[in-house]
């Protein structure tokens, strides 16, 4: 198997997951409409709650790269149900039975996952764009804002992929999976400034990686937070988001895929 | 065991789901360039079966080796030779017809060019190019059928698997899916079949392997087969519940072995030869005893008849 074959096979794969996200109207909607409607929701509601004085414009601000990280976490869901839907109608069995690279079904699938995002991401910053978020710094600081966004969501799709193997049923993907980003992606400063949070909650969400590439986001996007605590106070990670959240994606990603490439030996459909 | 002449050579294979074994040591041999047909009713193991010389389970024991190439050892040297189409068809309802065999194509390594010229090829040759542009999703079972044969068919691999590819089709969509696979036979594909219909089994193989909780409890030509379970079957259906075992005795003269009675339905059943002219001597015997009939009929033997003859019992659900 050449490298050339491992490529080819993963694009191969990669495209025929984005014509299906070209023809399932759910999907579709999940892409672009869900994205537009979480900025305007969070935008407003939040940050009208939170910053009553000053009509919520620094907080809209500073709101966004939270709910970029959130939707983004979210957008993972759907490697994982794309291939337990793949698993239970036989379609990894076809893909076992063929002299294809095993692992372009794994790669193909992530890397369709990534262009999804960076879709939803060019969405979401028009919309946020329209209702007063502004990129305070340089071009390239801000398109690595973007790529550690991607990078972080790459990572959290490997989990997802094993979970799909693992758990056949995209119902049960999609349920179980809220379960654990729900509670990630709210218990981290991507909503609320962190020192609103009690004790153990504010440890957790210290240290929880959405909060990392959220503030890393914002450092590159430059929309500081409104009411700065003193760096001195914050934990390890939030003093070097970018770090935390790179180490975190290898970290991540090298337990992650060895264990989805595994479960993708021994899947079997019904 | 390497023989050149023989296309698929199975010894010995074990699978076991805990408790239950599905395989018990199944040997197999198909020669080049011919059908074998795995006749079994649900849960035989004749999926089991397919999977592991597909590549897609490992056997517990035995070997398997596929136009010369072991299956456990070089599964994907095995792939290149072999297609295969599954008992649910495995076709992307996303995708169009076109789109799926060209992604097929793809995976194979056929190159871009070849693989779009392969898929227009199998489109026409299965009667789908007018629907080869829609998303399969609005395809009927029968075209997805054929669309998963076709898709078995794009490296035009020497060994093929279908695994039921006729369960769930009309009438009329078996006897073309009959046809297509005829033609492929025709062309020099070793082929193994899993099928429950007898019928099926007759049609289309040169070789059938009887298959019964993960064992093959007969094999042999479908004439031997037939040799030994009987020809057609009389079928007949008494009124009077109480005079079924007479019926049956008057009748057994004109069978080729004694008839098996159902007391539940009041019919009996019997191989018989001359199939016609056995059913009108039965009916003129029963009436000259004033034995009234319901329903008469002769049948071809099916699997339940099969397994009737070899196991002494009809065919079950393996647990
Ligand atoms: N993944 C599995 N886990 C547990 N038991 C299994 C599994 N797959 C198959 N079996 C069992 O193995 C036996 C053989 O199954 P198999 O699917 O090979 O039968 P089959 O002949 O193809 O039946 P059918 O005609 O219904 O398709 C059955 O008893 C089945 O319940
Ligand atoms: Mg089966």
């Given at each position: 198997m050449s490298?050339?074959?491992?490529?080819?096979?993963?694009?191969?794969?990669?495209?025929?997951?984005?014509?299906?996200?070209?023809?399932v109207p759910d999907l579709l909607v999940f892409t672009t409409l869900s994205p537009i409607m979480f900025v305007l929701l969070f935008a407003y509601v939040f940050g009208g709650a939170i910053d009553p004085t000053g009509g919520g414009a620094a907080y809209r601000e500073f709101l966004i790269a939270g709910i970029f990280a959130q939707t983004v976490v979210f957008g993972a869901t759907n490697t994982g149900a794309g291939l337990a839907d793949d698993v239970k109608k036989g379609?990894?069995?076809?893909?076992?039975?063929?002299?294809?690279?095993?692992?372009?079904?794994?790669?193909?699938?992530?890397?369709?996952?990534?262009?999804?995002?960076?879709?939803v991401l060019v969405v979401m910053s028009i919309t946020g764009l329209i209702v007063g978020w502004r990129i305070n710094?340089?071009?390239?600081?801000?398109?690595?804002?973007?790529?550690?966004?991607?990078?972080?969501?790459?990572?959290?799709?490997?989990?997802?992929?094993?979970?799909?193997?693992?758990?056949?049923?995209?119902?049960?993907?999609?349920?179980?999976?809220?379960?654990?980003i729900f509670p990630l992606t709210f218990v981290a400063n991507t909503f609320v400034p962190l020192d609103t949070l009690p004790g153990p909650l504010r440890v957790f969400a210290e240290w929880n990686p959405v909060s990392a590439v959220t503030q890393a986001a914002r450092e590159l996007f430059g929309n500081p937070d409104p009411n700065p605590m003193s760096a001195a106070s914050l934990a390890w990670p939030l003093q070097h988001p970018q770090l935390y959240t790179l180490i975190w994606a290898v970290a991540v990603v090298a337990v992650f895929a060895p264990l989805a490439s595994w479960q993708y030996r021994r899947a079997a459909s019904r | 065991m390497n023989t050149p002449d023989v296309a698929i050579e199975v010894a010995g294979l074990v699978k076991r789901y805990g408790e239950v074994t599905a395989l018990d040591g199944v040997d197999l041999q198909v020669p080049r360039g011919t059908v074998l047909g795995l006749l079994g009713p649900n849960g035989a193991g004749k999926t089991t079966i397919v999977r592991i010389l597909t590549t897609l389970l490992q056997p517990d024991a035995g070997r398997a080796v596929i136009d010369g190439v072991d299956v456990l050892a070089e599964p994907r040297e095995v792939r290149r030779r072999?297609?295969?189409?599954?008992?649910?068809?495995?076709?992307?309802?996303?995708?169009?017809?076109?789109?799926?065999?060209?992604?097929?194509?793809?995976?194979?390594?056929?190159?871009?060019?070849?693989?779009?010229?392969?898929?227009?090829?199998?489109?026409?040759?299965?009667?789908l190019t007018d629907a080869g542009d829609r998303p399969t999703r609005t395809y009927s079972g029968g075209m997805r059928r054929r669309l998963d044969l076709a898709g078995?068919?794009?490296?035009?691999?020497?060994?093929?698997?279908?695994?039921?590819?006729?369960?769930?089709?009309?009438?009329?969509?078996?006897?073309?899916?009959?046809?297509?696979i005829q033609q492929l036979v025709a062309?020099?594909?070793?082929?193994?079949?899993?099928?429950?219909?007898?019928?099926?089994?007759?049609?289309?193989?040169?070789?059938?392997?009887?298959?019964?909780?993960?064992?093959?409890?007969?094999?042999?030509?479908?004439?031997?087969?037939?040799?030994?379970?009987?020809?057609?079957?009389?079928?007949?259906?008494?009124?009077?519940?109480?005079?079924?075992?007479?019926?049956?005795?008057?009748?057994?003269?004109?069978?080729?072995?004694?008839?098996?009675?159902?007391?539940?339905?009041?019919?009996?059943?019997?191989?018989?030869?001359?199939?016609?002219?056995?059913?009108?001597?039965?009916?003129?015997?029963?009436?000259?005893?004033?034995?009234?009939?319901?329903?008469?009929?002769?049948?071809?033997?099916?699997?339940?008849?099969?397994?009737?003859?070899?196991?002494?019992?009809?065919?079950?659900?393996?647990?």
């Amino acid at each position: 198997m050449s490298t050339l074959d491992v490529v080819t096979d993963a694009s191969v794969v990669a495209k025929r997951n984005l014509i299906k996200i070209k023809r399932v109207p759910d999907l579709l909607v999940f892409t672009t409409l869900s994205p537009i409607m979480f900025v305007l929701l969070f935008a407003y509601v939040f940050g009208g709650a939170i910053d009553p004085t000053g009509g919520g414009a620094a907080y809209r601000e500073f709101l966004i790269a939270g709910i970029f990280a959130q939707t983004v976490v979210f957008g993972a869901t759907n490697t994982g149900a794309g291939l337990a839907d793949d698993v239970k109608k036989g379609i990894i069995d076809r893909f076992r039975s063929l002299p294809m690279a095993p692992s372009a079904v794994l790669t193909g699938r992530t890397l369709s996952d990534v262009v999804n995002n960076v879709l939803v991401l060019v969405v979401m910053s028009i919309t946020g764009l329209i209702v007063g978020w502004r990129i305070n710094t340089g071009p390239l600081e801000a398109l690595w804002g973007f790529v550690l966004l991607l990078i972080f969501a790459y990572a959290i799709s490997w989990i997802m992929a094993w979970l799909g193997l693992l758990i056949p049923s995209p119902e049960v993907i999609n349920n179980a999976s809220f379960i654990v980003i729900f509670p990630l992606t709210f218990v981290a400063n991507t909503f609320v400034p962190l020192d609103t949070l009690p004790g153990p909650l504010r440890v957790f969400a210290e240290w929880n990686p959405v909060s990392a590439v959220t503030q890393a986001a914002r450092e590159l996007f430059g929309n500081p937070d409104p009411n700065p605590m003193s760096a001195a106070s914050l934990a390890w990670p939030l003093q070097h988001p970018q770090l935390y959240t790179l180490i975190w994606a290898v970290a991540v990603v090298a337990v992650f895929a060895p264990l989805a490439s595994w479960q993708y030996r021994r899947a079997a459909s019904r | 065991m390497n023989t050149p002449d023989v296309a698929i050579e199975v010894a010995g294979l074990v699978k076991r789901y805990g408790e239950v074994t599905a395989l018990d040591g199944v040997d197999l041999q198909v020669p080049r360039g011919t059908v074998l047909g795995l006749l079994g009713p649900n849960g035989a193991g004749k999926t089991t079966i397919v999977r592991i010389l597909t590549t897609l389970l490992q056997p517990d024991a035995g070997r398997a080796v596929i136009d010369g190439v072991d299956v456990l050892a070089e599964p994907r040297e095995v792939r290149r030779r072999l297609g295969l189409s599954g008992q649910y068809a495995a076709v992307d309802e996303y995708l169009t017809g076109f789109e799926n065999l060209d992604m097929i194509g793809r995976l194979y390594h056929l190159g871009r060019r070849r693989s779009r010229e392969r898929a227009r090829e199998l489109l026409e040759q299965f009667s789908l190019t007018d629907a080869g542009d829609r998303p399969t999703r609005t395809y009927s079972g029968g075209m997805r059928r054929r669309l998963d044969l076709a898709g078995a068919l794009v490296a035009h691999p020497p060994v093929l698997f279908l695994d039921e590819p006729t369960t769930g089709l009309d009438p009329r969509s078996r006897t073309e899916m009959w046809g297509v696979i005829q033609q492929l036979v025709a062309g020099g594909t070793t082929l193994l079949l899993t099928t429950q219909y007898l019928e099926e089994a007759d049609v289309l193989a040169d070789d059938i392997v009887v298959i019964d909780h993960g064992r093959a409890i007969a094999r042999g030509t479908a004439d031997q087969l037939k040799a030994q379970i009987g020809g057609e079957r009389l079928e007949l259906t008494v009124s009077d519940e109480g005079r079924l075992d007479e019926a049956a005795r008057l009748v057994t003269p004109l069978g080729v072995a004694p008839p098996v009675t159902d007391e539940h339905r009041r019919s009996l059943t019997m191989p018989v030869s001359g199939g016609v002219k056995a059913l009108r001597q039965a009916l003129d015997l029963l009436e000259s005893e004033a034995l009234e009939v319901d329903d008469a009929g002769v049948r071809r033997p099916t699997l339940d008849d099969v397994f009737l003859t070899l196991t002494g019992s009809t065919t079950e659900e393996s647990p």
